[in-house]
């Protein structure tokens, strides 16, 4: 992860699951996918990490990389991390996956203090569900497929938010 100091016109946003392979992984793609096609690449830090460590090290998980390949988004280069407590002070934005890996976020933040906004992805989807992106580890690649399309609807409202201040 690149840890530079920030430029003050510079937005920064971490996504969060539990494992750091399926979901955020996706989410980290897809957004900087958007935000480099809306040329905010060098205005917009972007990774993701994991409430929990099992993954640490390891590459996205091959059905995240492959929906994210059919729809032209590269996972390429990416490997698991778990959060650390200087996320919530080098973060603008902690952006969660589901309503546990929020909880946990909420927890560790009490503990460690910083200012990052945490927030549901969802909260940005225009048809956002029950708000929450579910785990798709234990399915079928169909969960995969969904997923993407919730990340992806979710991703393009987030930027769109951002980049009103951005
Ligand atoms: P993710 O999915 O949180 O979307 O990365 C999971 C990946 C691995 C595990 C759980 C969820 N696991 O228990 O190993």
Known sequence: MDSSPLPPDTVSVLFVCLGNICRSPLAEGVFRHRVESAGLGD?????????????VG?????????????????????????????????WDWIVAMDRSNLEDLTRLQERH???????????FDPDPGDGEVPDPYYGGPGGFDRVFEMVD???AALLERIAEGA
């Open 113 to 123: 203090g910083g200012d990052a906004t945490l927030v549901l992805l969802r909260d």
């Open 153 to 155: 609807r979710s991703c």
């Open 58 to 90: 390891d590459p996205p998980d091959p059905r995240s990389r492959d929906v994210a390949a059919a729809h032209g988004v590269s996972l390429d280069g990416q490997s698991a991390r778990r959060v650390a407590p200087d996320d919530f002070r080098t």
């Open 43 to 55: 205005r917009i830090r972007i990774d993701s990490a994991g409430t929990g460590g099992w993954h």
